[in-house]
């Protein structure tokens, strides 16, 4: 079993920085890539980034794009969103999920086989 704990939210004005960081456990050798995703009140849960978990290869929604930072830290198992220039619609909850297998797509949050608890984002302007 695997499991994902995610750390680090909190409030923040516009314009500053959060490092949200998610610690696998488990078997985490089987999986294939992790993702952030995160949902906003009355919206629907949307991608955020992925990165694979082997070469690291990263993806991001246009929304985050050269603001936000995945990376990923093997020997710890975890996985960090480092956000800058947040605004106020990136308040939302955020997760962390992973994915085992090597196929399917990465934006797909049915895609992906476990999931952290969330923590909460709040931007204020």
């Known amino acids: 079993q695997v499991q994902s704990v995610e750390s680090g939210g909190g409030s923040v004005q516009a314009g500053g920085s959060l490092r949200l960081s998610c610690a696998a456990s488990?078997?985490?050798?089987?999986?294939?890539?992790m993702g952030w995703f995160r949902q906003a009140p009355g919206k629907e849960r949307e991608f955020v980034a992925a990165?694979?978990?082997?070469?690291?290869?990263?993806y991001y929604a246009d929304s985050v794009k050269g603001r936000f930072t995945i990376s990923r830290d093997n020997a710890k198992n975890t996985v960090y969103l480092q956000m800058n220039s947040l605004k106020p619609e990136d308040t939302a909850v955020y997760y962390c999920?992973?994915?085992?297998?090597?196929?399917?797509?990465?934006?797909?949050?049915?895609?992906?086989?476990?999931w952290g608890q969330g923590t909460q984002v709040t931007v204020s302007s």
């Open positions: 990165i694979t978990w082997s070469v690291g290869y990263t």
């Open positions: 999920a992973g994915k085992f297998k090597p196929w399917g797509s990465l934006y797909s949050d049915y895609e992906y086989d476990y």
């Open positions: 488990g078997r985490t050798f089987s999986s294939y890539a």
